[in-house]
């Protein structure tokens, strides 16, 4: 199937799926008149690759991962690889860190909002701040 086919199939778009290519997550088939042609498991492949970015995995790490991945695209399925566990136990400290820092922000934002909604409390995200760190 051509990519166009493979956008409606999938439901990407074909210039993202072009992006898959450029960084090595998709490999069509090039025919001499240019073209690319995809299979009927690149629909699947599609999928991992989607499932793993609402993951938070970047395309890099995917890039290295993806080859361990199995399953019908609804479901991932991983298969033991060399490193894999290493590099998303990594991924899953930096998703960790991440929260943390998103909490902390949601904090903040939560005595802001609490010191504009009640003048009387002004001063208690400074305090909050100096008591976290």
Partial sequence: MRIGALARATGVNERLLRYYEDRGLLRPIRRSNGYRYYTESDITTVAHIRSLLAAGLSTAVIARI????????????????????????????????????????????????????????????????????
Avoid: F, K, Y
């Avoid at 695209?73 to 590099?87: K, Y």
């Avoid at 860190?97 to 400074?126: E, F, K, M, N, Y």
């Fill in 66 to 133: 993806l080859h361990c991945i199995h399953g019908d695209g609804e479901e991932l399925s991983p298969s033991p690889c060399p490193g894999m566990i290493t590099q998303l136990r990594r991924e899953h400290a930096r998703i960790d860190h991440t929260i943390t820092r998103l909490q902390a922000a949601r904090q903040t934002l939560d005595a802001l909002i609490d010191d504009a909604v009640d003048p009387s409390r002004a001063g208690d995200v400074a305090r909050q701040r100096n008591n976290q760190g």
